[in-house]
């Protein structure tokens, strides 16, 4: 078991940053545009933001390969556009139309897409850690060396199936990395409130499941632990954990007004931590790019984000038939 570990001091690799820089940028205004749509009434149900957090997905599928799969909660749309999933078909989800993922009946909660190996976000909370470990355990039978990625967080960090889970990862040795994206709050209640453990990976102590803590909001940071848990789970040693310390500016919902913590704490992360900033900072201090070339890749995913709120109204509402579709699979 480990802390923190920093991130090795290495030349800085120009397009990756630019890369993450992109991805953590298509996130962030593609999540601000789904709070406005929220706000419009073109979003219904729930609606959980993943704004502050982007560096976590984006780090961890730097170090994914083809057939590696992920699954994780009801705040998912980052880990979807991730991993590859088309932002017109995830905002057509979101306001429940037919071009949707799941055809509009899953909503912001519930899509998947067996193309990107995407297993849903799930409602059920920490539902999704043996469901990971299931995935995990279907790449070991086949004997392939697949890594699957279940993320929670540290409030579903307290559930009873994630510690029955992690005994069978264990106790069979499944390539499986535990993703807690520790940010702060769970729905409301502080990890100092809720939490007898204030250092999450530690709990894999019990069933010898190796572990550490990450800098949540760096995104190199990650990469280089999810590399690490990679490497681990590829070589057959079994599962692994990584705590990613993060921390999420919006309330848990669209819903909550977030009144447990104050604005002035989200401010200070925002303008000191902020995992966007970081990387456009080592960019522009170390020169390799300009103030307009940022600028350009900003107008540019603004306009794809545009473009996806645009399919989604576009887009018609899913015939009545549809309730019987994707009910029952046909077993081979």
């Not at 030349?11 to 419009?40: D, H, P, S, T, W």
């Not at 069979?172 to 809720?194: C, D, H």
């Not at 190796?210 to 079994?238: L, N, S």
């Not at 522009?284 to 890749?297: C, M, P, Q, R, T």
């Amino acid at each position: 078991m480990a802390a923190a570990k920093k991130p090795k001091k290495s030349n800085v690799n120009k397009e990756e940053l630019l890369g993450f820089y992109r991805e953590m940028l298509l996130i962030r205004r593609f999540e601000e545009k789904a709070g406005q749509l929220y706000g419009m009434g073109l979003i219904g149900g729930f609606c959980h933001l993943y704004i502050g957090q982007e560096a976590i997905v984006v780090g961890l599928e730097a170090c994914a390969k083809d057939g590696d799969q992920r699954i994780t909660s009801y705040r998912d749309h980052g880990h979807m556009l991730a991993c590859g999933m088309d932002p017109n078909g995830v905002m057509a989800e979101l306001t429940g139309r037919i071009g949707g993922y799941s055809h509009g009946k899953g909503g912001s909660m519930h899509m998947f897409s067996k193309e990107k190996n995407f297993y849903g976000g799930n409602g059920i909370v920490g539902a999704q850690v043996p469901l990971g470990a299931g995935l995990a355990f279907a790449n070991r039978y086949r004997g392939n060396d697949n890594v699957a990625f279940a993320y929670f967080g540290d409030g579903a960090a307290n559930q009873g199936q994630v510690y029955e889970t992690f005994n069978m990862a264990s106790l069979w040795e499944l390539p499986v990395v535990f993703v807690i994206e520790n940010n702060k709050y769970a729905m409301g209640t502080s990890l100092q409130r809720g939490s007898s453990t204030p250092e999450l990976y530690t709990r894999g102590a019990a069933f010898g499941i190796d572990g550490e803590a990450v800098d949540g909001m760096d995104v190199q940071a990650v990469k280089q632990a999810g590399q690490r848990a990679v490497a681990h789970c590829r070589d057959g040693k079994g599962p692994y954990i990584l705590e990613m310390n993060t921390y999420r500016y919006r309330g848990h919902s669209m819903s909550d007004p977030a009144k447990y913590r104050t604005r002035d704490e989200v401010q200070k992360v925002r303008e000191e931590r902020d995992p966007i900033d970081h990387v456009r900072e080592i960019l522009l201090n170390g020169k390799h790019v300009s103030e307009d070339e940022l600028k350009a890749i900003d107008k540019d995913i603004k306009s794809t984000v545009s473009e996806a709120a645009d399919f989604a109204t576009a887009s018609p509402e899913p015939d009545p038939s549809e309730l019987w579709t994707d009910i029952y699979a046909e077993a081979n």
